[in-house]
Every structure is written in C-alpha cells, then in structure tokens.
C-alpha cells in the first residue's frame, strides 16, 4: 500500500497513476472532493472526511432549525465551487430551496448587496480566511448580520484567523467583530469526544495526552488523529487479508505481492472496504471509499468559538449541545420574511357613506324623470326631445349602480360571485355611460340635421421583526386585459368628441329648447377631465382598495350628477319662471358656413322662412321694431302740436323737417313674400298733396290776423285730418288693427281717411281719443 498523500494536487496524481501499480493508496490529510470520483481514482482511500462531507451534516442543521430557505455566496476557486456543486444535489429533493446562488472573485460586497435584495436571511458560504474578512466588511455595510441572519462557513480557519487579515480590509476591527457574532463553521471532529476505548486500548482524551507529551513544543496538526487511525486501517487491513489468505489458499501469502498481481490487490481492496472499528477521531468506516466520520458545529461567540454541536455521519444524527447555541434574538432567524397575507377589504363605513350619496343621485335621477314625464306636453320640453331625456336619465341611473357593485369585494361576496361581479359591473358603467352620453349627442345630432339642411322642414323641439403584512388584492382582470381596455377608450374617447363637433356645429341655434351646446361641452368637458383623472389615480391606487373605491364612486357620482343637472336643471328652471320665454321673440340665426353656402346658391334667408313658424316669428319682430318706431314719432308730432297751439304767430316759420317728419309718421314699411322685396308704403291722404301748401302763404292772407287765420275753420279741420290718422294707425296694432295673416295693414294705401272703412269697434276707438 501506498499512505499518505497531502496536497491535493499531489495526491490526485498519485492516486490516479496506483491503478496500474496495483496498489492500494490511504491518506489522512487530503480533503479535496475531486478525489472521491471512483471511477477516475479506483484504489484511493481517505481516513479524513472530504470536504463534501459537511453538506450532510449542514442538511441536518436546516431541518433541525427548520429552515427551508438559503442562499449560496462562494469564492471562484474549484475546491470551494465543488462543495457547493454537492450541496446542491444534497439539498435537491429535501424541501429546502437555494434561493439565489452568488460567486465572487475578489470584492464580494456586490454578491452580499443581492444576497440581501433577495431577502436571503441564512446565507452558507464556501471562501477561505482572506475572503472571510472581506465578506463581512460587506455584510457589515449591508446590515446582514444581527438576529436577522446566520451566517454557515467552513470551520477549519486557522484559531484567530481574523488576525492574520483585519489590515487588509477597510473596516474597522471592531465592525468586523460584530458581523462575525454569531457565525456557525462546520468541519470534521479532529479527535472524538466519546470517551470510550479505541482499538489501540486508550480513549480519544487519552491518546491526546500522550500525543502532546511527545511533540513537546512541535506545531500541532489537526490531522494527527487521522493518521494514527490511518495506520491502525492498514494493519487491520493486511491482517483481513491474511486471514483471507489463509483460509482460501494455504500456499499463498502476502509477501507474494507484486505489482501484476491483480488477483492479491484485489483482496487487499476488498479487505480495506471492510475496515469498520472505533478509533480516536471516531468510528472509522468507509462509503466507497470515503470516510464517513464526524462533523463538528462550532459558534463564534463573543471572540472565540465554542463547539455547539456535531453531526454522526455513520448513524446520520445530529447533536445539539443543551444551551450552547447563542442566537442575537429571542428565537433562531427566521429563513425570509414571514408574509402574513391579509384581504384588503373596503371600509364598511366608506362603502354605506358613498352608497348613500349614491342613492341621493338616483332620487334626484328620479325627479328629474318624473319632471320629464309630466311635462312632456310642455312647449319647452317637448322641443327637447323628452324621450331622449329619458334615456339621459337611464344611463344616469346604471352609472349610479355601478357604484354598489364596485364596492362589493371579498368581506361581502364569495369569490366565485366577485368573478362575476368584475363583468356585470364593468358592462353596468359602459353601458349607461354610452345611454346617458349616446342620447345627448343623438339630441344633438338632431338638431345639427335640422338646422344645416336647408332642404328638411325645420321642426323645432403593522410588521414584526421578520414578519410582513402582505395584501392581498382582489380587481377584476382578463387574458387581453389592454387591448379590452384600448377599445373601450377608444371608442368611447371617439363618441365624445363627435358630441363635442355636434355642440360646436348647433352652437348658434338660438331657441333655448334646442340649443344645449353649452351644457353638452360643459359635460363633456367635467366628465372628460375626471375620467382622464380618475382613470390615473385609480390606476395608482390599485394596492389601496378604500381609496380606489372612493376615486372611482366620486367620479361616477360627480359625472352623473353634473350631466344630469346640466340636462335638466335650466329647463326646470325656465319652466317654472318663464315658459314662454325660450320659444317666442327669438329669431333663427345660422352659422358662418350657412350664410356662405346661401350666396353661393342666391338663397337669401326668406328660402329657410317657407314654413310658417319662421314666417310668423318674423314678423311679429317686425312689427314690434315698428311700434316702437311709431311710438318715437308720435312723440315728435306731440311738439309740433304743442307748437301749432301755443304760438299760433310761428305758423309760417314751422321749418321744413317738421314735414318730413309728419311724412315719416305716415309711412309704414310691410314686408311681403314676393321675391323681389318690393316694399309696399302705406301713405295717408296728404301725400298726394304737396307740401308746398304747408311751407307757403296765400298771398291774400297775409293781411288777416293771424291768431283768426289759425282759429278758422278750415285750420282746425285741416289739423284734425292730420292728427286722426295718425293717432288710428299709430293704435292699431295695440287693438288688433293689423292681422298676422295679412302681409300689410287692412286699409287702402290710396284711400282717403275720411271715406275708407274702418270697423265700429275702430270708429269708437277713434271717437273716444
């Protein structure tokens, strides 16, 4: 046999070049995993466990603390890398979860900030004792140590190793002490503490004595122990195959060894796999090959590591010494952050509060329907399309109860009822919102028609420690969530534009009972800006239900009530004050692009007055304009009067626009529906007289008295036959004197005042004045 082998590159070399030699190799130090593939190192044997060995015994920890959540940090060297490899497999199937793997080379700090992000709360780390310092500088700058987190790091470190590295890290001595608190290192147990006789008839504690009293001052070696039980394995191994020998084949022996002997080697390895007693470093067996032994836990407590525990890998048991583990908190780490997942549900008070303003709105909703049914026969409403308006007030009424839906959630229904609440809502609000918005703009498309076709007939109408509170959010959600969405708005955001161009198009319609342009821009324009608004924050607001509810009911209470309002709250008003007043002494007025189209076609207005309610309209404003016309001049003829009795000397000097005054009182303009708008004058009998006969003197008067030519007969009759006239016309639109059927006044333009005729009821008004 061949014993020995310590550096792992040496001893890999040797033990793969034996299997031609025939031999047999055993070390007692090397440790390197590399070396337990036994198909690449068939004759090699170890009395020292590898380093793959403690994965075992870190499997044993995690379950005994229950920790079902770790995370790997290793230096890029092999030897460290194939640990991890194993750990790997050994943790594989156990119900534990790597949770992220990180490597470093030589700054670790970046590999320890993910570790953290990740929220990895039990970390097991493979680097040798220059990176050890390095790590927990960054575990120290990361606050990754405390009661928090549990650092599991290979303990072969040399005693004191910090020492040997403080300087070159950039953390201070004392803050790498406090990230190392607490730390637990995992090797193989040098010497057993069993106190029990080994094969060579002296305890482990004995055997300890009497090996530090021979090296004296000598530096110890960890590895002593094994390469003691290594020489026991190899004389009890040579001692089985003599006995082999023996009883097989009495004329063989083992002095007949050489190195083509492969029938003897194999004995020899046959004889090593059945090596099983106890010695110093423990119960000495091996797995192919490999040595199952001991592994020892150990705690860095207060500057020094105290043994807490170890792992028998022959009988798979961990032991925990009683009390020797000092975690920084009350209770061993938790492995993540505990998330208690609780229902974010909607205030009960929220919801009753809202819920009353919504049944507010579908009261008021109610009265504006009741309104609307009442007086359906009134002029004013129903010039407004009262059939519309119900269905205003019906999409009014879905959006409102919407609101009830919106606010049911978990605490209220189960979830299989909240699945179809999120489609019932949802069709609710889109539909009443397209009732209420399709309606007013079909009231508009109305009477956008009437108004811009010349050629229709016009009708006029609280956390713990590693304990979070995870919400738990219910929202309604589908497979093509955005392009749902994108629809909706989009043909929505569409519908609401073509209302604003039809309010922008009837804008100049000046009938109040058709006209609701304004309020049509003014509802697109509030319920425009809080969708937008609403649609925003309720987006932003989804991880706080009681804020998204109250967002999404005040909008829609807000866009119903307002539309609603702006619908009917003027016609309520008008309806009680003045009835009238939106349908009478109006005239029709068009848009720029009607009177442009008009001279284009030579289609003046009175082509748009065919029909008789713009006929009469009409003139009835005129005649208005041309009583109070009447009324001016009459005032006018008063002062010449005045003058005519007060002075009767100034009779010759009344001045010449006194008479074309008296001829405009006594010229009355008609309107008649000839196409070429000839205007027919209503004169009185003097027009056929010149006026010179007032602006001149007969010559054979002047030498009369004045006051007894003013007072003559014939000048009181003259200005009877002026005044009489005058005051007849002047009064006979107040006594019905002109008919709205008639295109003039019922008189004859040529007819003298003293013979036309003129009804009783005109006679005795005419007497009387």
């Known amino acids: 046999m061949v014993f020995g082998g310590v550096c792992a590159t040496v001893t890999s070399i040797i033990a793969e070049s034996l299997k031609g030699w025939n031999l047999v190799q055993l070390s007692f130090a090397a440790t390197t995993p590399e070396l337990a593939d036994k198909k690449k190192y068939p004759y090699f044997f170890r009395t020292v466990p590898s380093d793959n060995a403690v994965n075992p015994a870190i499997l044993k920890l995690l379950k005994y603390y229950q920790w079902k959540r770790v995370g790997t940090l290793t230096q890029d060297v092999q030897r460290f890398s194939e640990v991890r490899n194993d750990l790997t497999g ?18 670790p700090c970046t590999s320890v ?39 599991i790091i290979p303990g072969w470190y040399e005693n004191l190793w910090w020492e040997s590295w403080i300087n070159s890290s950039q953390c201070l001595s004392k803050n790498i002490l406090a990230a190392m608190e607490g730390y637990i290192g995992v090797d193989f147990e040098p010497l057993s503490t069993k106190v029990i006789k080994t094969i060579s008839g002296r305890t482990p504690q004995q055997y300890e004595k009497e090996y530090n009293a021979k090296r004296g001052d000598g530096q110890s070696s960890k590895f002593h122990g094994y390469a003691y039980d290594g020489i026991w394995v190899i004389a009890k191994t040579l001692q089985r195959a003599m006995k082999y020998l023996n009883a097989t084949n009495k004329h063989q022996k083992i002095e007949d060894f050489n190195y083509t002997n492969h029938k003897l080697g194999k004995i020899f390895l046959d004889a090593m796999n059945e090596t099983n007693f106890f010695g110093v470093t423990g119960q000495v067996v091996f797995r192919n090959g490999e040595r199952m032994g001991t592994i020892k836990f150990t705690q860095f407590q207060e500057r020094k590591e105290v043994k807490v525990g170890e792992y028998n890998a022959v009988a798979d048991t961990l032991e925990i010494i009683n009390n020797s583990i000092r975690f920084q908190g009350l209770e061993p780490p938790k492995d993540k952050t505990i998330i208690q997942e609780e229902l974010r549900k909607i205030s009960l008070p929220l919801y009753s509060i809202l819920s009353a303003l919504t049944i507010l709105g579908m009261i008021m909703a109610g009265a504006f329907l009741f309104f609307n049914i009442k007086n359906r026969n009134q002029k004013l409403i129903k010039m407004s399309s009262p059939y519309m308006n119900n269905l205003i007030i019906l999409g009014g009424m879905l959006s409102y109860a919407s609101i009830f839906l919106f606010g049911l959630d978990g605490s209220f229904v189960s979830e299989k009822t909240f699945e179809t609440l999120c489609t019932v809502r949802t069709w609710i609000l889109t539909v009443g919102y397209t009732t209420a918005f399709g309606a007013m703009f079909a009231k508009t498309w109305r009477v956008h028609a009437i108004f811009k076709n010349v050629k229709m007939k016009k009708k006029p109408d609280p956390a713990g420690r590693d304990i979070s509170i995870r919400p738990i959010l219910e929202h309604c959600e589908n497979t093509h969530m955005t392009i749902w969405l994108g629809i909706v708005y989009a043909y929505k955001g569409l519908l609401m534009l073509f209302g604003c161009f039809l309010a922008w198009e009837t804008r100049n319609v000046s009938i109040p009972a058709l ?48 539309t609603l309002c702006l619908v009917f709250v003027p016609k309520l008003i008008t309806l009680r004050t003045n009835p009238d007043a939106a349908t009478q002494n ?55 009067t005045m003058q005519l009795q007060d002075t009767p000397e100034k009779t010759t000097y009344i001045k010449q626009n006194h008479y074309q005054d008296l ?4 010229s009355i303009r008609n309107f008649t529906d000839s196409k070429d708008g000839e205007k027919a004058i209503l004169k009185n009998h003097l027009d056929q007289n010149p006026p010179a006969q007032w602006s001149t003197t007969d010559s054979s008067r002047t030498s009369k008295d004045p006051i007894e030519d003013i007072n003559s007969p014939e000048h009181i009759q003259r200005r009877l036959s002026l005044q009489l006239p005058i005051l007849h016309h002047a009064y006979l639109p107040s006594i019905g004197g002109v008919d709205a059927s008639c295109a003039s006044p019922c008189v004859s333009p040529s007819a003298s005042p003293r013979h036309r005729h003129v009804p009783s009821s005109f006679r005795v008004m005419v007497s009387g004045l």
């Open 515 to 562: 006209n609701d342009s304004k309020y049509i821009g003014m509802s697109v324009y509030n319920v425009g800006i809080m969708c937008i608004i609403g649609a925003a924050v309720s987006f932003l607001t989804r991880d706080q239900p009681n804020v998204q509810f109250c967002i999404v009911a005040l909008v829609i209470i807000f866009c119903s009530t307002i």
């Open 113 to 151: 900030k993910k570790l953290k992000g990740n929220d990895v709360r039990i970390i097991l780390g493979q680097f040798d004792e220059e990176m050890a310092v390095k790590v927990f500088c960054c575990a120290y700058d990361e606050e990754m140590y405390g009661s928090k987190y549990q650092w």
């Open 586 to 640: 109006r005239r029709f007025q068009f848009t720029q692009n009607q009177k442009k189209e008009d001279s284009k076609t030579s289609t003046s207005v009175t082509s748009v007055n065919q029909a008789s309610t713009s006929r009469l309209e009409g003139l009835q404003s005129e005649n208005h304009r041309l009583r109070m016309k009447i009324t001016e001049l009459d005032k006018d003829l008063e002062e010449v």
């Open 663 to 666: 001829n405009d009182i006594l």
């Open 90 to 107: 050994v943790l594989y199937g156990e119900d534990i979860e790597i949770s992220d793997t990180e490597s470093f080379s030589n700054d």
